[in-house]
């Protein structure tokens, strides 16, 4: 299963999100941004690539529904309800995504 993790500019939560995935033989997973400012920004191919996207909050996956109408029918969006309050690789950050992304595996298989 692919997995990819969006958040505002991906610098902090869907990095993070990638990381704590990155060797877990059950997923492949990437991370990007919605944000023009983001240093990966999410594009059609990467939406195109996953099975799943996984954004952070609400209005990003609103913003997802704005930027790509004709795909965005096509993908399967869920939203992990995490703010913007932790650093890259903050332990209550990387337990909160644990927590929210293995029902949703678990789901999946």
Known sequence: MRLLFLCSRNHWRSPTAEAVY???PRVEVCSAG???AAR???SEKLLRWADLVLVMEPWQKKKLREDFPELFHELRVEVLDIPDDYEFMDPILMEMIHDRVEPLLEESV
């Open 22 to 24: 990155q060797n877990d």
């Open 34 to 36: 919605v944000s023009v």
């Open 40 to 42: 990966r920004r999410v």
